[in-house]
């Protein structure tokens, strides 16, 4: 089965500063997701990324997709508090009968 | 256009009884999946359904079972609870499957005395 390591775990930044999150398959990737998660509540989707090499920016959060290392990599600019939350990137199934695989999840705190 | 919605919010049960969760997708969306969430073994999915039928199923034992109304609702019901049943569930929908954004609920976190 696939699985997605994410790095790192957590992280804590000061408001203002640049960071990014690293998404690992241990598998082919064919596309992957990008959620955020406030402290026990639902997912919010962020983006989808299908091609290898492809970018999606929205607001301040970009991310890209690398299909040879099968990585994603989300990084943020002039972070803010609101930035504040879990991170997960969940890889896309093959079809639609196929099942949504999760990443193990950022914690990021943003101080100010 | 309203989101996901799932009921109850929050639910305590005791060991060995069970448990009902509701899911009321995004209208217009065929697909719903259930997934449970708990600090040690992060998001895992539980089952997805489309058209009142289950398409695909993780590895969690028979206790746990769902299914689809022909109004796309779906709900889940866990019997014989365990201690380790203790999470937050989440429900998602979209309108074919998991090859698509899915838009999630809030969750019910269940608590198991």
């Known amino acids: 089965s696939q699985e997605l390591e994410q790095s790192p775990q957590s992280l804590i930044v000061q408001e203002g500063k640049n960071l990014t999150i690293n998404c690992t398959s241990s598998k082919t990737l064919y596309g992957l997701y990008w959620y955020k998660q406030k402290y026990g509540e639902g997912l919010i989707f962020l983006m989808m990324?299908?091609?290898?090499?492809e970018e999606k920016s929205h607001e301040k959060i970009t991310a890209k997709l690398d299909e040879k290392k099968q990585q994603s990599s989300l990084h943020i600019t002039a972070s803010q508090p609101s930035h504040a939350g879990i991170y997960l990137c969940?890889?896309?199934?093959?079809?639609?009968?196929?099942?949504?695989?999760f990443g193990t999840g950022t914690r990021l705190q943003v101080t100010l | 256009k309203a989101g996901v919605t799932q009921t109850p919010r929050y639910l305590i049960k005791t060991r060995g009884q069970q448990v009902t969760l509701s899911c009321s997708p995004i209208?217009?969306?065929?697909?719903v999946s259930w997934y449970q969430q708990t600090p040690g073994q992060g998001l895992q999915f539980l089952f997805e359904?489309?058209?009142?039928?289950?398409?695909n199923k993780g590895n969690f034992p028979g206790r746990f079972s769902g299914r689809q109304f022909s109004n796309s609702r779906s709900e889940m019901n866990v019997s014989t609870l365990e201690l380790g049943d203790s999470a937050l569930y989440l429900c998602?929908?979209?309108?074919?499957?998991?090859?698509?954004?899915?838009?999630f609920g809030d969750g019910t976190r269940l608590s198991i005395l």
């Open positions: 359904y489309f058209s009142e039928t289950q398409r």
């Open positions: 990324l299908q091609k290898g090499g």
């Open positions: 998602a929908s979209s309108l074919w499957g998991p090859n698509q954004p899915q838009h």
């Open positions: 209208s217009g969306h065929r697909s």
């Open positions: 969940g890889a896309l199934p093959t079809g639609t009968a196929s099942k949504l695989t």
